[in-house]
């Protein structure tokens, strides 16, 4: 197996990281189409976002609940994407992983990639002693997801495979303003069904200490 090359683009305009996953992904799918040595290139890059709300190609306009105007007043970009799910928010104090992958190099398929992308993530979490799991027909990494109460997102996935190469990825709270989705549906949900790192352990995380740990787990499952 190839080592993931990480990117740590630090704070980074979406727009500009959406088409930066562009080039990579060019740059992958060239050198995997290449007749000298289908290759083990990749790219991961960890970024965090301006506040920006990002609405996948299945995803539902009006799960949006504020207008353009309002989107102004709080700082707020929007895009149409073409990743899968639906509407969701990334901003300062979530990390937020964009895997640039060949899966056919990996010999897995997409569901398999979605399931360890989730595996990673809820170990770095157990790291902080916070116990996730799956919720059943949702994507992403839950909190208490067999208890239709309490259950409470922790991190977002969506992604996009073009020639069975990867992009977009994962965002996951660890000090998000969790104020922000209460303007949205976030992936269709209610927006008290978010929570993050900081909001569980009732106290501030250090950024680069998750990602270190992010790392060594994604590592570890692929």
């Known amino acids: ?3 993931f090359n990480y990117i740590d683009a630090g704070s980074i305009d979406y727009k500009v990281c959406w088409d930066y996953q562009e080039k990579l992904l060019a740059e992958v799918v060239a050198e995997k189409n290449s007749a000298k040595n289908p290759a083990v290139k990749n790219f991961f890059l960890l970024v965090e976002h301006p506040h920006v709300y990002t609405l996948g190609k299945s995803g539902q306009a009006d799960n949006m609940l504020i207008s353009d105007k309002f989107l102004k007043k709080i700082n707020a ?6 990743r899968g799910g639906d509407i969701t928010y990334h901003g300062p104090g ?4 964009y895997p640039i992958i060949d899966l056919e190099y990996y010999q897995m398929g997409i569901r398999e990639y979605i399931e360890r992308m989730e595996n990673a993530v809820m170990d770095s979490l157990q790291c902080y002693g916070i116990d996730s799991g799956r919720n059943p027909g949702a994507t992403g990494v839950w909190l208490d997801a067999q208890n239709p109460v309490k259950a409470r997102k922790i991190c977002a ?3 996009r495979v073009s020639r069975f190469v990867t992009m977009h990825g994962f965002a996951l709270n660890i000090n998000t303003d969790l104020r922000y989705f209460n ?8 927006a008290s069904m978010v929570t993050s790192m900081q909001n569980e352990l009732h106290r501030p ?3 680069e200490e998750v990602k270190t740990i992010v790392k060594a787990n994604f590592n570890k499952h692929f």
């Open 183 to 190: 303007y949205i549906n976030p992936c269709g949900f209610n």
């Open 77 to 82: 970009s929007f895009y149409r994407i073409n």
């Open 157 to 159: 996935i969506g992604v």
């Open 1 to 3: 197996m190839a080592e």
């Open 94 to 97: 979530q990390l937020v992983g």
């Open 205 to 207: 995380v250090d950024m």
